[in-house]
Protein backbone atom coordinates (compact mmCIF):
# COMPACT_ATOMS: atom_id res chain seq x y z
CA UNK A 1 0.00 0.00 0.00
CA UNK A 2 1.75 3.50 -0.70
CA UNK A 3 2.54 5.68 2.17
CA UNK A 4 1.41 9.42 1.59
CA UNK A 5 3.94 11.68 3.35
CA UNK A 6 2.12 13.27 6.41
CA UNK A 7 2.25 16.62 4.67
CA UNK A 8 0.53 15.71 2.21
CA UNK A 9 -2.23 14.62 4.36
CA UNK A 10 -1.87 17.60 6.78
CA UNK A 11 -1.52 20.57 4.48
CA UNK A 12 -3.14 22.98 6.92
CA UNK A 13 -0.44 22.06 9.95
CA UNK A 14 1.97 22.61 6.95
CA UNK A 15 1.00 26.07 6.29
CA UNK A 16 0.34 27.27 9.58
CA UNK A 17 3.71 26.32 11.02
CA UNK A 18 5.63 28.09 7.83
CA UNK A 19 3.51 31.35 8.44
CA UNK A 20 4.70 30.99 12.06
CA UNK A 21 8.74 30.67 10.68
CA UNK A 22 7.92 33.61 8.14
CA UNK A 23 6.97 35.67 11.59
CA UNK A 24 9.84 34.36 13.26
CA UNK A 25 12.43 35.78 10.89
CA UNK A 26 11.02 38.67 10.04
CA UNK A 27 12.57 41.44 9.53
CA UNK A 28 15.23 39.64 7.76
CA UNK A 29 12.58 37.51 5.56
CA UNK A 30 9.88 39.47 3.95
CA UNK A 31 8.09 36.04 3.01
CA UNK A 32 8.03 32.73 2.52
CA UNK A 33 6.71 30.54 -0.36
CA UNK A 34 6.48 26.81 -0.90
CA UNK A 35 5.63 23.79 -3.09
CA UNK A 36 5.00 20.48 -1.56
CA UNK A 37 5.90 18.10 -3.91
CA UNK A 38 8.24 15.21 -4.99
CA UNK A 39 12.37 15.64 -5.61
CA UNK A 40 14.47 14.24 -8.13
CA UNK A 41 14.58 11.23 -6.16
CA UNK A 42 11.34 10.82 -5.90
CA UNK A 43 11.20 11.38 -1.74
CA UNK A 44 8.40 13.88 -0.98
CA UNK A 45 9.65 17.24 -0.72
CA UNK A 46 8.69 20.79 0.75
CA UNK A 47 10.62 23.69 -1.62
CA UNK A 48 11.07 26.82 0.42
CA UNK A 49 11.00 30.23 -1.64
CA UNK A 50 12.38 32.53 1.03
CA UNK A 51 12.78 36.13 -0.03
CA UNK A 52 14.98 38.34 2.15
CA UNK A 53 15.32 41.55 2.72
CA UNK A 54 18.29 43.41 0.95
CA UNK A 55 19.99 43.71 3.99
CA UNK A 56 19.53 40.05 5.40
CA UNK A 57 20.96 39.37 1.44
CA UNK A 58 24.31 41.34 1.90
CA UNK A 59 27.17 39.07 0.58
CA UNK A 60 29.32 39.15 3.62
CA UNK A 61 27.41 37.33 5.61
CA UNK A 62 25.38 35.99 2.84
CA UNK A 63 25.95 32.24 3.87
CA UNK A 64 25.78 32.50 7.88
CA UNK A 65 22.52 34.34 7.25
CA UNK A 66 20.94 31.28 4.59
CA UNK A 67 22.15 28.54 6.74
CA UNK A 68 20.58 30.20 9.85
CA UNK A 69 17.51 31.33 8.33
CA UNK A 70 17.08 27.53 7.01
CA UNK A 71 18.04 25.68 10.43
CA UNK A 72 14.91 28.04 12.03
CA UNK A 73 13.06 26.94 9.18
CA UNK A 74 14.02 23.59 10.17
CA UNK A 75 13.29 23.64 13.37
CA UNK A 76 9.81 25.59 13.33
CA UNK A 77 8.22 23.51 10.65
CA UNK A 78 10.00 20.49 11.15
CA UNK A 79 9.72 18.92 7.68
CA UNK A 80 11.19 15.52 8.15
CA UNK A 81 10.09 14.72 11.71
CA UNK A 82 6.32 15.87 11.55
CA UNK A 83 5.35 15.73 7.77
CA UNK A 84 8.14 12.86 6.42
CA UNK A 85 9.97 15.59 3.72
CA UNK A 86 13.09 16.13 2.80
CA UNK A 87 13.48 20.08 2.45
CA UNK A 88 15.27 22.34 0.38
CA UNK A 89 15.80 26.15 -0.11
CA UNK A 90 15.92 28.81 -2.25
CA UNK A 91 16.97 32.32 -1.66
CA UNK A 92 16.65 35.85 -2.92
CA UNK A 93 16.57 39.61 -2.26
CA UNK A 94 13.59 41.68 -2.53
CA UNK A 95 15.49 43.48 -5.05
CA UNK A 96 16.38 41.07 -7.78
CA UNK A 97 12.67 39.31 -7.10
CA UNK A 98 11.95 43.21 -8.36
CA UNK A 99 13.87 42.43 -11.30
CA UNK A 100 12.70 39.53 -12.23
CA UNK A 101 8.97 39.79 -11.72
CA UNK A 102 8.56 35.83 -10.90
CA UNK A 103 4.90 35.09 -10.20
CA UNK A 104 6.41 32.32 -8.17
CA UNK A 105 7.91 34.62 -5.90
CA UNK A 106 4.36 36.51 -5.40
CA UNK B 1 45.20 21.96 -8.45
CA UNK B 2 42.86 18.84 -8.00
CA UNK B 3 39.80 18.44 -10.20
CA UNK B 4 37.19 19.27 -7.08
CA UNK B 5 38.87 22.29 -5.88
CA UNK B 6 39.16 23.81 -9.59
CA UNK B 7 35.67 22.83 -10.14
CA UNK B 8 35.10 25.02 -7.19
CA UNK B 9 37.11 27.82 -7.63
CA UNK B 10 35.52 27.60 -11.39
CA UNK B 11 31.86 27.67 -9.61
CA UNK B 12 32.85 30.81 -7.13
CA UNK B 13 33.98 32.87 -10.56
CA UNK B 14 30.49 32.05 -12.77
CA UNK B 15 28.62 32.92 -9.41
CA UNK B 16 30.39 36.50 -9.72
CA UNK B 17 31.12 36.04 -13.39
CA UNK B 18 28.47 39.39 -14.20
CA UNK B 19 27.86 41.17 -10.77
CA UNK B 20 25.45 43.73 -11.93
CA UNK B 21 23.12 41.43 -14.67
CA UNK B 22 24.20 37.62 -13.90
CA UNK B 23 23.46 35.71 -17.27
CA UNK B 24 21.05 32.38 -16.15
CA UNK B 25 23.70 30.08 -17.64
CA UNK B 26 26.94 31.43 -15.52
CA UNK B 27 24.00 31.24 -12.58
CA UNK B 28 22.92 27.52 -13.79
CA UNK B 29 26.61 26.49 -14.74
CA UNK B 30 27.90 27.48 -10.81
CA UNK B 31 25.12 25.90 -9.21
CA UNK B 32 25.83 22.48 -11.37
CA UNK B 33 29.76 22.95 -10.68
CA UNK B 34 29.43 23.25 -7.48
CA UNK B 35 27.69 19.96 -6.96
CA UNK B 36 30.37 18.12 -9.03
CA UNK B 37 33.32 20.01 -6.85
CA UNK B 38 31.86 18.32 -3.92
CA UNK B 39 30.36 14.77 -5.43
CA UNK B 40 34.03 14.69 -7.12
CA UNK B 41 35.91 15.54 -3.32
CA UNK B 42 34.03 12.80 -1.63
CA UNK B 43 34.89 10.29 -4.90
CA UNK B 44 38.35 11.08 -4.83
CA UNK B 45 39.00 11.24 -1.06
CA UNK B 46 37.16 7.59 -0.66
CA UNK B 47 39.50 6.16 -3.75
CA UNK B 48 42.45 6.91 -1.45
CA UNK B 49 41.57 3.95 0.96
CA UNK B 50 41.94 1.48 -1.61
CA UNK B 51 45.36 0.39 -1.60
CA UNK B 52 45.76 -1.00 -5.51
CA UNK B 53 46.67 2.65 -7.38
CA UNK B 54 46.19 1.59 -10.38
CA UNK B 55 42.41 0.20 -9.81
CA UNK B 56 41.49 3.45 -8.08
CA UNK B 57 40.54 5.14 -11.53
CA UNK B 58 37.84 2.48 -12.04
CA UNK B 59 36.67 2.25 -8.55
CA UNK B 60 35.92 6.21 -9.11
CA UNK B 61 33.13 5.51 -11.67
CA UNK B 62 31.12 2.85 -9.45
CA UNK B 63 30.17 5.63 -7.10
CA UNK B 64 26.73 6.60 -8.35
CA UNK B 65 25.11 10.04 -7.15
CA UNK B 66 21.82 8.76 -6.20
CA UNK B 67 23.01 6.32 -4.18
CA UNK B 68 25.12 9.34 -2.53
CA UNK B 69 22.69 11.17 -1.83
CA UNK B 70 20.73 8.93 -0.04
CA UNK B 71 23.08 7.84 2.07
CA UNK B 72 23.96 11.34 2.93
CA UNK B 73 20.28 11.92 3.78
CA UNK B 74 19.89 8.76 5.81
CA UNK B 75 23.77 10.07 7.68
CA UNK B 76 22.35 13.89 8.45
CA UNK B 77 18.99 11.88 9.71
CA UNK B 78 20.92 9.63 11.92
CA UNK B 79 23.24 12.48 13.56
CA UNK B 80 20.02 14.40 13.80
CA UNK B 81 18.64 12.13 15.80
CA UNK B 82 22.08 11.62 17.85
CA UNK B 83 22.05 15.48 18.27
CA UNK B 84 19.01 15.64 19.47
CA UNK B 85 18.71 12.60 21.88
CA UNK B 86 21.89 13.03 23.16
CA UNK B 87 21.58 16.90 23.51
CA UNK B 88 25.06 18.36 21.99
CA UNK B 89 26.00 19.85 25.10
CA UNK B 90 26.65 16.15 26.62
CA UNK B 91 29.05 14.98 23.81
CA UNK B 92 32.78 15.36 24.14
CA UNK B 93 33.52 18.54 22.36
CA UNK B 94 36.18 16.92 19.73
CA UNK B 95 33.09 14.30 18.88
CA UNK B 96 30.57 17.16 18.26
CA UNK B 97 33.03 19.11 16.20
CA UNK B 98 33.35 15.94 13.81
CA UNK B 99 30.07 15.40 14.20
CA UNK B 100 28.73 18.96 13.19
CA UNK B 101 31.56 18.92 10.39
CA UNK B 102 30.17 15.62 8.70
CA UNK B 103 26.29 16.82 9.21
CA UNK B 104 27.28 19.49 6.99
CA UNK B 105 29.12 17.88 4.18
CA UNK B 106 25.81 15.12 4.31
CA UNK B 107 23.71 17.60 4.02
CA UNK B 108 25.25 20.10 1.17
CA UNK B 109 25.37 17.03 -0.73
CA UNK B 110 21.60 16.73 -0.32
CA UNK B 111 20.77 20.01 -1.15
CA UNK B 112 23.24 20.59 -4.00
CA UNK B 113 22.35 16.88 -5.64
CA UNK B 114 18.63 18.56 -6.02
CA UNK B 115 20.00 22.02 -7.05
CA UNK B 116 21.47 20.41 -9.60
CA UNK B 117 19.07 18.43 -10.95
CA UNK B 118 16.89 22.06 -11.33
CA UNK B 119 20.01 24.00 -12.49
CA UNK B 120 20.18 21.58 -15.28
CA UNK B 121 16.87 20.78 -16.26
CA UNK B 122 13.78 22.51 -14.84
CA UNK B 123 13.56 25.97 -17.04
CA UNK B 124 10.52 27.18 -14.81
CA UNK B 125 12.06 29.12 -12.70
CA UNK B 126 14.73 31.57 -12.74
CA UNK B 127 17.96 31.71 -10.77
CA UNK B 128 19.01 34.96 -8.35
CA UNK B 129 22.51 35.73 -7.99
CA UNK B 130 22.19 35.71 -3.91
CA UNK B 131 20.83 32.41 -3.79
CA UNK B 132 24.03 30.80 -6.58
CA UNK B 133 26.15 32.85 -4.31
CA UNK B 134 24.85 31.55 -1.05
CA UNK B 135 24.87 27.67 -2.20
CA UNK B 136 28.30 27.83 -4.08
CA UNK B 137 29.77 29.53 -0.49
CA UNK B 138 28.01 26.39 1.44
CA UNK B 139 29.93 24.16 -0.85
CA UNK B 140 33.13 25.81 0.24
CA UNK B 141 31.73 25.24 3.93
CA UNK B 142 31.42 22.01 3.41
CA UNK B 143 35.03 21.51 1.50
CA UNK B 144 36.63 22.71 4.78
CA UNK B 145 34.46 20.84 7.00
CA UNK B 146 35.91 17.73 5.18
CA UNK B 147 39.30 18.53 5.40
CA UNK B 148 38.76 19.12 8.95
CA UNK B 149 37.44 15.81 9.75
CA UNK B 150 39.16 13.77 6.66
CA UNK B 151 41.15 11.58 8.50
CA UNK B 152 38.56 10.94 11.42
CA UNK B 153 37.53 7.52 11.65
CA UNK B 154 33.78 8.34 11.13
CA UNK B 155 34.41 10.50 8.06
CA UNK B 156 36.41 7.34 6.86
CA UNK B 157 33.44 4.73 7.47
CA UNK B 158 30.88 7.60 5.74
CA UNK B 159 33.22 6.96 2.50
CA UNK B 160 32.88 3.32 2.65
CA UNK B 161 29.21 3.59 2.94
CA UNK B 162 28.96 6.10 -0.28
CA UNK B 163 28.97 2.91 -2.49
CA UNK B 164 26.54 1.24 -0.55
CA UNK B 165 22.84 0.96 -2.17
CA UNK B 166 20.40 1.85 1.01
CA UNK B 167 16.91 2.64 0.56
CA UNK B 168 15.28 5.39 2.64
Redo the contacts between chains.
Sequence with gaps: MPVVPSGIVHQRQVAAAIQKAAQALQPEVVRILYSLTL???G?A?IFFRVL?SDEA?R?DR??E???RISRKIIDIVKP?EKFGM?A??????AS??AK?K?A?WE | MRLPEGLLEQAQHLARREPKRPKQASLRRAISTAYYALFHLLISEAILSWKRVEDRDDLARMFEHTNMKTVCANKRDELNGEFKKTKKTTLPAHELTVKTHLHLVAETFVQMHQQRENADYDYSTAWARTDVVAKVATVDAAFKSWKAIRKEDIAQAFLFTLLQKKRR
Design positions: DSTTALSELYTTQMEYFNFRSEQLDA
